[in-house]
């Protein structure tokens, strides 16, 4: 049997894991954005927060993924249920790049303006849903869309905690020394990959604005 | 029996024709730190009348400026504006009232023309048919009537088209007291003289309280009621246009100096008129 026809015949199940696989991706790109975007705001307000905030975010990039999933897993409501243990180990790896890019789109905003905007006398609010973050949108999606790539990526470990998605295929795969198996993870997982990159990275420069 | 009410034109420069001040620096010390910017600054601008703040780079005029509407605030004396101490001014409402335009413009560049100049009157939640008849009036005034142009954003102006829609947003909530720092510094020679006469022609019309830095003696002397020459952060003296090009003072002298080999500089270049637009 080729390559071709495997995926053909386990269409089905393949096309299920990628729902799965996606909404997984989903659910933690939304959590990370929901927490990442307002931490990007305070650290950009209160630069002595920059280093513990970003200093944490750091150290949870550089635990290994499988070990993450490893250490949540005592923890009471989150070990209680697969699925919710690896949206929130994902999560964590999700917020880096958001963290750093809001608020690196924040300071991308040029001085003049900002000064502009203080003395036509905006309240700070206003400023930063006026001013400072529609300016930096192009960095926010820019973090957002790195932020998915590695979702996608690391969303394959998560089967290894039974929460489903491609890497089911892939781990399976591993076991029974089977590639076309492997490929049938590997290669949607790819495919999602790249094309959440297309798409955020269209949004990107939808946002990019001349200076 | 009783004398005749002294004449209203007594005006010589140093009490310009109204009495009433707009604003007033007492005693005005500025720091960062422990680096002292701006000393013993002390300065009434009348209403109506265009004070220049005058000086080289690093002498404290910006900061001087940025005192007002309060971008700053003195760390000695106090800054009154409207006979009350910025301080005790709300922020907001002291800066809603006081238009600011700035060398680089600081249009926001994802508004188009139209929505930056109708920026303050859409925070003042002004009725949006008052904000469109606003917006036009204000573009006529500047000299922005291009077809479109309401609707460009602002990378698609060249450089005085910009510094244009930075004077009409300056102007939209009819502040009276306008901030302009070196505002034509960055244009070329020929738009800086054409630009500088409309907004003499402009100020001649609106009679706003004006205070206007910069380092251009010629621009000094054109825009001026009365010059503040600032030294080293103090308050060098201030003169009327004609008591500083006749000055003996060294360090008038050396201002003057700047412009005057060149006493071509009368002579306006009409060419100037053919800006692009």
């Not at chain 2, 910009?162 to 300056?170: C, I, N, P, S, T």
């Amino acid at each position: 049997m080729t390559l071709l026809q495997f995926l053909i015949h386990n269409r089905a199940q393949i096309f299920q894991s990628t729902l799965e696989h996606m909404w997984m991706v989903g659910v933690t790109l939304l959590l990370a954005c929901a927490i990442g975007i307002p931490l990007g705001i305070l650290v950009s307000r209160r630069p002595s927060l920059s280093k513990p905030i970003l200093g944490l975010a750091n150290i949870a990039e550089t635990i290994p993924s499988l070990a993450l999933f490893g250490f949540l897993l005592p923890v009471p409501w989150l070990g209680d249920r697969a699925e919710r243990l690896a949206i929130a180990a994902l999560t964590l790896y999700a917020l880096l790049p958001i963290i750093k890019n809001t608020v690196e789109g924040i300071r991308s905003v040029d001085p003049s303006v900002r000064e502009s905007a203080l003395a036509m006398g905006m309240t700070d609010w206003q400023i930063l849903f006026q001013v400072e973050l529609p300016l930096s949108l192009s960095l926010l999606f820019a973090g957002i869309r790195v932020a998915a790539v590695l979702t996608v990526g690391i969303a394959t470990i998560a089967a290894a905690v039974g929460a489903g998605g491609l890497g089911e295929f892939i781990f399976r795969g591993l076991a029974m020394v089977n590639n076309q198996l492997i490929l049938a993870g590997a290669i949607p997982a790819a495919l999602l990959a790249l094309a959440a990159d297309a798409v955020l990275g269209g949004i990107e420069r939808r946002f990019r604005f001349t200076r | 029996m009783l004398p005749p009410r002294a004449s209203a034109a007594h005006s010589n420069a140093d009490s310009p024709a109204t009495n009433e001040v707009a604003i007033e620096f007492r005693n005005v010390g500025f720091a960062i730190q422990k680096t002292q910017i701006l000393s013993d600054v002390n300065l009434q601008v009348a209403a109506g009348e265009t004070l220049v703040l005058l000086g080289r780079s690093g002498s404290g005029k910006s900061t001087a400026l940025k005192l007002i509407n309060r971008l700053l605030v003195p760390t000695e004396g106090e800054v009154r504006v409207s006979g009350r101490s910025t301080l005790a001014w709300d922020a907001i409402a002291l800066r809603r009232g006081i238009g600011y335009v700035i060398q680089e413009t600081g249009l926001f560049p994802h508004f188009t023309v139209e929505k930056n100049v109708a920026l303050v009157p859409r925070l003042e939640n002004w009725p949006e048919e008052r904000i469109r008849q606003c917006v036009a009036e204000l573009l006529q005034l500047v000299g922005l009537t291009g077809p479109g142009l309401a609707k460009r954003y602002p990378h698609q102006l060249s450089g005085g088209q910009r510094q244009r829609v930075g004077v009409a947003r300056a102007l939209a909530a009819d502040p009276t007291i306008l901030l302009m720092d070196e505002p034509f510094g960055a244009l070329d020679p020929l738009t800086r003289s054409e630009i500088q006469r409309e907004f003499q022609h402009l100020q001649k019309r609106l009679s706003k309280t004006v205070v206007f830095v910069t380092h251009d003696v010629r621009e000094a002397l054109l825009l001026a009621t009365r010059i503040g020459l600032f030294e080293n952060g103090r308050v060098h003296g201030i003169y009327s246009p004609a008591e500083f090009q006749a000055s003996r003072d060294p360090k008038i002298s050396a201002c003057l100096a700047t412009i005057h080999p060149e006493t071509a500089s009368a002579t306006d270049t009409d060419g100037a008129r053919g800006e692009v637009k």
